[in-house]
């Protein structure tokens, strides 16, 4: 884990604009207007200060932590908060608490909780194969974060909606909502085209402004698709797939356009932290899918019928095998049985615990030093 002085921006009072009523009460509040009565509005999108974002991101962490398991390993941990810590050093939001998690699971994936919480899995750490691509994996959560897609994505989200009095921090029961909507949302139903292309873009660019060659998420994205081709037949409702393509081509083209220079790969510094061998998508234990939620119970203030799930467009996401738009369908459609996503759906390990690791700025200058980074 990499703490760096945290530096929050105290802001205690609401930000946004509340929709409110006239006079003081603003709960229920009948109105008059134009003869005709009218319920005004007694709740609001959620607001979230910086604190809160933390508070958040700490508590949804706690939950992906505990559906997967933490890898009980300093020396891996150290190494993936070098590589993240100095990508999030030139961040746009440098000052936040950023802490990198290895996920004790054999599926490939990666989740950004808000307020700096980044995961990898033990499996895609497996897939990834030399410092560059683990810099562009952790540049696109990174920026997922520094973005705040996750933040406004739950804004949406009518089980968040709060009391015009309301505050997150102040409520734990709208807390908790927000943590199953926060988690459901990352871990779930993933992001949509527009945030996913942005973190591809600003996190391939932050990755190259420190000195990576800036292909390391493409090579690392090719492999991942070539990696679920062979499962194809058994799982044709994906047999085409042409979102990962598309992304693939989006970053090819920024790469071209925004002439990056940097071209460092390190795969030999990888190897020496990183020796996990991939295991085939067939060979991923999984677990059911459904019950593969939340060990605290999922959601029960928050049923899943609410809102037509948005098209998945995380790192597995865009794989013939996650949870793209027909599969949604499928969920949403008959809330039968849903596919399986072996990536998602991988069992976990059974230790949540955080393995804290600490990282000064001279040790991240260092790291850079011997890297030949910038
Ligand atoms: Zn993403």
Redesign the pocket.
């Known amino acids: 884990m990499i703490r760096t002085t945290a530096c929050f921006v105290a802001a205690g009072l609401l930000l946004g604009t509340a929709t409110t009523a006239r006079g003081g009460d603003q709960l229920g509040q009948i109105g008059k207007i134009g003869g005709a009565v009218k319920k005004v509005n007694d709740v609001r999108d959620l607001q979230v200060t910086d604190q809160e974002e933390q508070q958040l991101g700490a508590a949804v962490s706690e939950r992906i932590r505990a559906r997967y398991g933490v890898v009980q390993d300093a020396a891996v941990h150290r190494y993936v908060a070098l590589v993240g810590g100095a990508l999030a050093q030139a961040s746009t939001r440098p000052a936040l608490p950023w802490t990198f998690i290895v996920l004790d699971t054999d599926g490939v994936n ?1 989740f ?1 909780a808000p307020g700096g919480y980044v995961h990898v899995t033990r499996g895609a750490l497996a897939l990834i194969q030399d410092e560059a691509e683990l810099a562009g994996v952790l540049g ?2 990174i ?2 974060i520094t973005e705040k ?1 996750t933040i406004r994505s739950i804004q949406k989200s009518k089980s968040v909606q709060m009391g015009a009095s309301e505050t997150l921090s102040g409520s734990s029961a709208l807390l908790e909502r927000a943590v199953t909507a926060t988690y459901d949302n990352i871990v779930e139903k ?2 949509g085209r527009g ?2 292309n942005e ?2 873009e600003k996190g391939i660019e932050l990755a190259n402004r420190i000195g990576y060659a800036p292909a390391g998420l493409s090579g690392f994205l090719t492999r991942l698709k070539d990696r679920n081709k062979g499962s194809q037949e058994k799982r044709g409702l994906f047999a085409s797939h042409p979102e990962m393509q598309s992304r693939l081509d989006n970053i090819k083209k920024e790469i071209a356009s925004k002439k990056m220079a940097s071209t460092a790969t390190l795969p030999d510094r990888y190897k020496k932290f990183i020796t996990y061998t991939p295991k085939s998508v067939t060979e991923i234990a999984t677990v059911a899918a459904g019950s593969a939620g939340l060990t605290g119970g999922e959601s029960k203030a928050e049923p899943k019928k609410e809102e037509p799930k948005k098209r998945g ?3 597995s ?1 865009m794989l013939p095998t996650g949870g793209g738009e027909k599969q949604q369908a499928q969920v949403t459609g008959s809330g039968s049985a849903r596919g399986v996503d072996p990536e998602k759906d991988a069992r976990g390990g059974g230790n949540p615990r955080l393995v804290p690791v600490k990282i000064a700025a001279a040790d991240i200058a260092a790291f850079k030093k011997e890297g030949g980074l910038k």
């Open positions: 990666a950004a696109h959560e920026v997922h897609h993933g992001f945030e996913e973190s591809d467009f995380g790192i996401r």
